[in-house]
């Protein structure tokens, strides 16, 4: 196994995608290795290796649980809005999540008004039916529950939340994923292309909630106020194709995640089905073992040191989830999956103003999600056909295709 991130520029094209592709589906080895001499400055992003990049890019690579909890704490010092892959128009500029005080906080306050824990709890009821409807569905025998379950439900829930019908589901995902596959041949025109039917999209949707309110997140967001403010038009645009990126791929990849742990631990899985307790510290623990986003971007706002080390005012700087959340100061025996730790620091929502807002939701998914599975099946065995980790992303850590045998008890 490779242990590097960093690339040779002598490597061709097809060769740097196999070697990112590589660290990709096994990241943990390079932070086991890297972590320690962290920080420290790596070319990150070849030349080329992005259609519309013709220079390579650095970043200094955060990955001691420390360091990454101080720089997600420190939005003065790391910029969440001065991105240059951003400003070069490689990836299209986010709201919220792209944003520094005090646009963050006028933004971030009024959103709450829409998205609070009422509207997740309410929606509670229905997410369980729909995940016992497709696990019904989905038969069977040896069954991928990346596609038949894993991407489905999610979608389903995000459509359902901002009232869009549940049928778009597929053009929905094809949405998220031409956004988020960094290490596809996507070009430039095809991104916008996406952004400009997303934003057309919830543009029609916007103005019909204008017109005639509903109960659903988009007439939420047209009518939230917060001291006679409320949010411009491009906002709500802005802030529904965010929530259909940052809250598919990312739960989905979650659910996949704690199947695959499961399928690795039947005894594990017997306990579960006795002890309905401990499910939602399987779930916290996979987040931590196997972080759904392994890693995210800051850019130092003025000169800063970290561990020591001097980071530049504008230089990019990589912040890892993943390998903060497998440092073994933080987290003793790092690589087991165990149940009797302190969960409560992991940072796989992140941490300080920019702490995921859909973390109820994506927690809510996955605990019903699981008990649903764990309801329906006495076992859970691997498939004959392998197990695929996705690689189209450095930044999100799950699975393209995940074969499943599924004997049921009850049908
Ligand atoms: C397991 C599932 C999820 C994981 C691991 C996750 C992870 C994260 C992380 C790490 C951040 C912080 C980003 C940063 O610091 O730059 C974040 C922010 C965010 N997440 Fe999630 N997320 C998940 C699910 C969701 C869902 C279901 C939604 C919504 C439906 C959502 C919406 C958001 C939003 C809007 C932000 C931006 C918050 C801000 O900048 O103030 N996420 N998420």
């Avoid at 596809?184 to 400009?196: A, G, H, P, Y």
Wanted: charged share 25%; hydrophobic share 45%; proline share 6%.
């Amino acid at each position: 196994m490779e242990t590097s991130m960093e690339m040779s520029p002598s490597l061709t094209l097809e060769q740097m995608r196999e070697h990112l592709a590589t660290f990709v589906t096994d990241p943990y080895a390079v932070y086991q290795q890297m972590r320690e001499q962290t920080p420290t400055e790596f070319v990150f992003l070849p030349a080329g290796v992005i259609p519309g990049l013709d220079e390579s890019f650095k970043a200094w690579a955060l990955m001691k649980y420390a360091d990454v909890y101080h720089a997600l704490r420190d939005h003065d010092t790391f910029s969440s809005a001065r991105n240059p892959l951003i400003e070069k128009g490689i990836f299209p500029r986010l709201v919220l999540i792209a944003d520094d005080p005090p646009r963050h906080t006028r933004f971030r306050r009024l959103v709450n008004k829409a998205f609070t824990l009422r509207r997740v709890e309410a929606l509670e009821p229905w997410i369980t039916q729909v995940a016992n409807e497709q696990l019904y569905e989905m038969g069977r025998g040896e069954v991928d529950v990346v596609q038949s379950y894993t991407i489905p439900l999610p979608v389903t829930v995000i459509a359902r939340l901002l009232g869009i019908p549940g049928e778009e589901y597929p053009t929905f995902k094809r949405w998220s994923d031409t956004f988020i596959s960094a290490l596809v041949s996507i070009s430039l025109e095809e991104r916008m292309k996406n952004t400009q039917e997303m934003v057309a999209y919830f543009g029609q949707i916007a103005a019909a909630r204008r017109a005639h309110g509903a109960d659903d997140l988009i007439t939420a967001l047209v009518e939230a106020e917060v001291e006679g403010e409320s949010l411009e038009e491009w906002e709500i645009l802005g802030f529904c194709i965010l929530l259909l990126i940052a809250g598919n791929e990312t739960t989905t990849n979650l659910m996949s995640n704690i199947l695959n742990v499961l399928v690795e631990r039947p005894a594990l899985w017997q306990r579960l089905r006795e002890d309905r307790s401990l499910v939602e510290t399987v779930i916290e623990e996979t987040l931590r073992y196997e972080s759904p986003i392994q890693q995210l971007f800051r850019v130092a706002a003025r000169d800063v040191e970290v561990s020591g080390v001097k980071i530049a005012e504008g230089d990019m700087v990589m912040v890892f989830f993943g390998a903060a959340n497998r440092d073994p100061l933080e987290f003793p025996y790092p690589d087991e999956f165990r149940l009797d730790r302190d969960l409560r620091n992991h940072v796989s929502f992140g941490m300080g103003i920019h702490y995921c807002l859909g973390a109820p939701l994506a927690r809510a998914e996955a605990k019903i999600s699981l008990n649903a599975f764990l309801d329906r099946f006495p076992v859970l065995k691997p498939g004959q056909a392998p197990a695929v980790r996705q690689t189209v992303s450095p930044i999100v850590f799950g699975f393209q295709q995940l074969p499943l045998v599924l004997e049921s008890g009850r049908p």
